[in-house]
């Protein structure tokens, strides 16, 4: 149980591009989901919280203009990376809150050129 | 506010040998603790968690943790190790606010096993 898929798996575009990314809840309905980025060999860092028929909460120094959240439904929350440049460049890993627990999906790697 | 340290940002091991990864946290109210294990390019698994009672938590793949208030402490052990246990090792804390948890994490402990 408790089964979170990310889509797609990896991604690249050319600079200027939107790329939409989409983080399911499997088996389970997920109230809030959250969205991170994560720079190699180093931890994740929260980038927004996206809860279910209500915008989403970004953390301080995320653009939210660049980093459109929707979560329209229990088991489905988007990433849209808007304008994309190389330095967006990243693994970008969601998870599903359900409890007190957050199951994480298998993340999507960006690559802008 | 909640911090989370994992001491050594490496450890190495032999295949056999007791695995030991440190996690110490600092929070402000109680915490529920997390172990998690990243293979390379995948998500975060959930390995074990500490909420409430017992502080010894047994997880997946034989590892467990011990929850020790005192030290503010939730370090992550295997007996054994094997060679499949290498990997990046995360430990989070968890903060409740606005109706929901957010995580904390920690930098991270790649495990590397030896044969």
């Known amino acids: 149980g408790a089964v979170v898929s990310q889509h797609p798996s990896w991604v690249i575009c050319k600079s200027g591009t939107s790329v939409k990314i989409e983080c399911r809840s499997l088996?389970?309905?997920?109230?809030?989901m959250f969205w991170y980025r994560q720079f190699p060999k180093q931890s994740l860092m929260l980038m927004a919280t996206s809860n279910e028929g209500s915008k989403a909460t970004y953390e301080q120094g995320v653009e939210k203009d660049k980093f459109l959240i929707n979560h329209a439904s229990l088991t489905l929350s988007t990433l849209t990376v808007t304008s994309a440049h190389p330095e967006d460049s990243s693994f970008y890993i969601c998870?599903?809150?359900?409890?007190?627990?957050?199951?994480f999906g298998p993340g999507t790697r960006l690559l802008v050129l | 506010a909640q911090s989370v340290t994992q001491l050594g940002s490496h450890v190495s091991v032999s295949e056999g040998a007791l695995v030991l990864l440190r996690c110490n946290y600092s929070s402000s109210v109680p915490p529920y603790l997390f172990w998690y294990v990243q293979y390379p390019n995948q998500g975060l698994q959930l390995l074990l968690k500490?909420?409430?009672?017992?502080?010894l938590v047994k997880g997946i793949n034989g590892f467990e943790a011990e929850f020790k208030k005192s030290e503010t402490s939730f370090h992550l052990t295997k007996p054994s190790a094997h060679m499949s246990d290498a990997a990046e090792y995360f430990c989070?804390?968890?903060?409740?606010?606005?109706?929901?948890?957010?995580?904390?994490f920690g930098k991270g402990t790649m495990l590397l096993v030896s044969p």
């Open positions: 500490y909420t409430t009672g017992a502080t």
């Open positions: 998870s599903a809150l359900t409890g007190e627990t957050q199951y």
């Open positions: 088996d389970f309905q997920a109230t809030t």
């Open positions: 989070a804390v968890s903060r409740y606010s606005s109706g929901y948890s957010t995580l904390t």
